[in-house]
């Protein structure tokens, strides 16, 4: 799906606004190791309270884990076996309203972030069968958390994208 520069302006903040609250709300998750899961979860909770409100985004559906196509597993270019994104937003049973695709990584993971990248990129290709319009890795730090969005092939730099 093909997203306008309003619509991912409208992302990110939605984005930042959530995570926001998630390093108020949940320092105890923050400060410990290996709760990626628990703070992607928490992220979903406060992500979703923001997109109900939001008519182009309040009739799509917000799963994590969704390892699904139809009743086929997601396969992607550099997963043929099956890929498991950790959140997406999106429409269940087609691929018509793939909006967002989003990957987590602590800061106690020492895995590559070029392997949630490049999950994205598959996600995210305008050439693949999924094409989402956003990708958007999002690494937890202690104290702060680091954006990266993707479109398509590349890494979007928010200062190209007008403000809305």
């Known amino acids: 799906m093909y997203l306008n520069q309003d619509q991912i302006r409208e992302l990110d903040l939605i984005t930042r606004e959530a995570l926001d609250i998630l390093y108020l709300e949940d320092v105890v998750l923050l400060s410990r190791s290996g709760l990626e899961q628990s703070l ?88 693949g069968d999924y094409i989402y319009g956003l990708g958007i890795l999002i690494e937890f730090k202690k104290n702060r958390y680091v954006l990266e969005l993707i479109q398509g092939n590349s890494t979007l730099n928010l200062s190209e994208v007008p403000l809305i």
């Not at 992607?40 to 884990?65: P, Q």
């Open 40 to 127: 992607a979860f928490r992220f979903g909770i406060y992500f979703h309270s923001r997109i109900k409100d939001v008519e182009w985004l309040s009739t799509l559906d917000l799963d994590m884990e969704y390892s699904k196509n139809g009743n086929d597993p997601k396969r992607t270019p550099t997963k043929p076996n099956g890929s498991r994104p950790d959140l997406i937003l999106h429409s269940r049973e087609n691929n018509d309203n793939n909006v967002l695709i989003i990957e987590f990584k602590g800061w106690w993971n020492s895995q590559k972030r070029s392997v949630d990248r490049n999950k994205i990129l598959d996600f995210t290709n305008f050439e």
